[in-house]
């Protein structure tokens, strides 16, 4: 059974940072894709970021420049450093993993939210 389990969340005020782990088990890490996502009150669930099985990343417009993907495959671990946030990077933010053969992702997390102040 695979299980994602997240942390980091909080509260911070605009122009602060956070970081996010989360740590997989029940599955491969090494040969799979792992992937944030976040959702804010009333919106859809939005891609934030993803770092795949042979470490390339990618990053959401909303958030290039300002958050970090990254990856321990020693640990199973996928961070995600969030610097410079902004009162709309308020949102419940979700891990994601997926074998790299498939296409969508299909494993979850339970989600931490993240909530910016001004």
């Known amino acids: 059974q695979v299980q994602l389990a997240e942390s980091g969340g909080g509260s911070v005020q605009a122009g602060g940072s956070l970081k996010l782990s989360c740590t997989a088990s029940?599955?491969?890490?090494?040969?799979?894709?792992m992937a944030w996502y976040r959702q804010a009150p009333g919106k859809q669930r939005d891609l934030v970021a993803a770092a795949t099985f042979d470490r390339k990343t990618s990053y959401a417009n909303f958030v290039k420049g300002r958050f970090t993907i990254s990856r321990d495959n020693a640990k199973n671990t996928v961070y995600l450093q969030m610097n410079s946030l902004k009162r709309e990077d308020t949102a419940v933010y979700y891990c994601a993993a997926k074998f790299a053969t498939v296409r969508e992702y299909n494993n979850w997390g339970q989600g931490t939210q993240v909530t910016v102040s001004s």
């Open positions: 029940g599955i491969i890490f090494s040969i799979s894709d």
